[in-house]
């Protein structure tokens, strides 16, 4: 089995089934201190390619998020929070199972043509949560499978637990197609007024999905294709940025980008919409509420500021993430965590809330943050989390094949092409600017053995022909629109 640990799925299944009613009681009261009973709605929302400066709650004065700088406030920020990858296929790979994208196998974006895709050997933590009462949805990008259009095995959400799949490719997905007709699935009929706006739909398709299954419980699974360049806002709000003082011009503007304000705009009203319709309906105390994004922005047409770089790198900019959490029956309001975390957590957080015991027989890379969400300044029995990103060549972007390790305050970048190691102390360095490695060797030797060990453990290989960086050779361009596949 791919990922797996002598796990028998069907058998996880049914013990999920026969015991969900009675262990959901004991975990769902002991995660809410004594509240009622009935287990927990799940919403997670995420935005493509978000970077981790563009919420007005963490900082940016430019783009426009009321709704979810209510969010925080009502909630939970974390100002550490990671992707597991700096792309996002193995950035899902990682949500759906649990464990490391190394682990699972999937360390690159897929491509429409590609022979892998997310085995169905894994328990997701959708058929995890199906298997506990849970209605299950997804409304948008899935981005784990190639496709049958390009000749390759298609493995859809539905073969992974979901119920609903809405909104959601069936061909590559890469150059942005923001109004209707979508070019990665030209089947989805026009359903709203006027010109139809990808972020418009999605974000209507999830308060009827709330509506569908408000005698609940229900994990939905709210994935945008926004931000993801190219971009494309809608036009009276690309406007309204463009007049602002500093604005930049057009969708390629490398900051203050109107149409990534605009497109960040539309995923914010959504995010407004879901808190009103839970409200209407009376489950927001009940529901747990996410959002973040799934890899550091691409710094061609935004900035990651303080951090380093961005998308497909493992400087902070391509993995440190916005991250918000609003559950009102546990997360006290207004709060702020520190604690490092990864997307993999949320699988055994989202099992701790609904009750549910993860197969004991099944690796979890992922460690349950349901106490850092009771109180933000518990503690974690982890200190240490590692990426795995082996490339034959550098990303058009600027990444390049390397591995990384954070343990503690300290981060150590692997570059497999060159062999080279540079070492940052985040505490007194958040943008990665002072290389500490040839300062200190031992720290170097330490953190390179621990992430060599974890490879060993997770099955990671370190690829052969990558050694042909050359730092005087401009990256390579993206292909052209029609054939570009989603990164």
Known sequence: MNGTTGMHRRDFLKACSAGAAAMAAAGWAAATQGAAPRKPNIIFVL???LGYSELGCCGNTSNETPNLDRMAREGMRFTDAYAAAPVCSPYRAALMTGQAPARVGITDYLRPNDPKHLSTDHVTVAEALKAAGYATGIIGKWHLTG????????????????DETIVSENRGIGGGSYFHPYHF??????????KEYLTDRQNTEAVEFIERHKDGPFFLFL?????????????????????KPGAGKGSRAPRNNPHLAAQLESIDEGVGMIMEKLKDLGLADNTVLIFTGDNGGEDRVTSNAPLRAGKSTLYEGGIREPLLA?????VPAGTVCRTPTSNFDFY???????????????????????PLLKDPKARLARDTLCWHYPLARPHFLGGRSTGAIRKGDWKLIEFFDTGKAELFNLADDLGETNDLAAAKPDKVAELKSALAAWRADCGAVVPADCKDYDPTRPARK??????????
């Not at 699935?185 to 006027?194: C, H, Y």
């Not at 994935?223 to 007049?243: C, I, T």
């Not at 609003?326 to 546990?330: E, G, K, Q």
Request: hydrophobic share 35%.
């Open 185 to 194: 699935n030209r089947e989805i009929e026009k359903r709203l007024p006027g």
């Open 478 to 487: 993206p292909r052209s629109k029609k054939k570009g596949p989603s990164k």
């Open 47 to 49: 935005a493509d390619d």
């Open 326 to 330: 609003r559950w009102p029956a546990v």
């Open 147 to 162: 496709y049958a259009s390009a000749g390759a095995k298609e493995v859809p959400p539905a073969a992974h637990g979901f």
């Open 348 to 370: 055994p957080t989202f099992c701790e809330a609904a009750g549910i015991r993860p197969d004991a027989r099944q690796h979890l890379d992922g460690v349950s943050i349901l």
């Open 223 to 243: 994935s945008h294709y926004a931000v993801h360049a190219r971009l494309n806002g809608k036009p009276d709000l690309v406007a309204k940025y463009e007049a």
